[in-house]
T-cell receptor, first 116, second 108 residues
Framework: GAVVSQHPSWVICKSGTSVKIECRSLDFQATTMFWYRQFPKQSLMLMATSNEGSKATYEQGVEKDKFLINHASLTLSTLTVTSAHPEDSSFYIC????????????FGQGTRLTVV | QKEVEQDPGPLSVPEGAIVSLNCTYSNSAFQYFMWYRQYSRKGPELLMYTYSSGNKEDGRFTAQVDKSSKYISLFIRDSQPSDSATYLCAAGLNKLVFGAGTILRVKS
């Protein structure tokens, strides 16, 4: 399967600061990447769809000014959590597919964000 | 009603048992069905991928999709302690919708 690498795997930050999470496709070009959020013992919730060279598409209820997504190249998408607060603490996971549809998605390792 | 329903478990079985994991979905337009395995604090790993109805087998794993009843199943034969993980079902057409995940514990 395709390899998606996510960095960092965990991060602790102070309330009010911003944190950037990187998602890279290592062996294929990813036109589209997806960002998910997962709370303990809960399912993956799609936050946004990141499209190379254009604006991200956010799901209902997700603040686009708080969760900034940049997809500047075919192999890299970044998610920046701005002015982080303790309630933003969660497991963030990116994924990509080999086509335009979000099917047969391959996931990164995830990033555990803790805001103190 | 959630679009994809999955019993969170936990499901505890002895080593060697046959495991049956199930999900139901509500959107009849869904065409793609997946099963992912997720270990603690790791990203999900794709196990099985099925398009439309039918069965798919890969080693000890068998995925079944019954579109008439909107039912998705994953069977694990000869379960091993290393199979202990959370199993997520997912369904969709252009975007995947995930179930809550079932925690599986295989006891040696």
């Amino acid at each position: 399967g395709a390899v998606v690498s996510q960095h960092p795997s965990w991060v602790i930050c102070k309330s009010g600061t911003s944190v950037k999470i990187e998602c890279r496709s290592l062996d294929f070009q990813a036109t589209t990447m997806f960002w998910y959020r997962q709370f303990p013992k809960q399912s993956l919730m799609l936050m946004a769809t990141s499209n190379e060279g254009s604006k991200a598409t956010y799901e209902q209820g997700v603040e686009k000014d708080k969760f900034l997504i940049n997809h500047a190249s075919l192999t890299l998408s970044t998610l920046t959590v701005t002015s982080a607060h303790p309630e933003d603490s969660s497991f963030y996971i990116c994924s990509s597919t080999l086509g335009h549809r979000n099917t047969e998605a391959f996931f990164g390792q995830g990033t555990r964000l803790t805001v103190v | 009603q959630k679009e994809v329903e999955q019993d969170p478990g936990p499901l505890s079985v002895p080593e060697g048992a046959i495991v049956s994991l199930n999900c139901t979905y509500s959107n009849s337009a869904f065409q793609y069905f997946m099963w992912y395995r997720q270990y603690s604090r790791k990203g999900p790993e794709l196990l099985m991928y099925t398009y439309s109805s039918g069965n798919k087998e890969d080693g000890r794993f068998t995925a079944q999709v019954d579109k008439s009843s909107k039912y998705i199943s994953l069977f694990i034969r000869d379960s091993q302690p290393s199979d202990s993980a959370t199993y997520l079902c997912a369904a969709g057409l252009n975007k995947l919708v995930f179930g809550a995940g079932t925690i599986l514990r295989v006891k040696s």
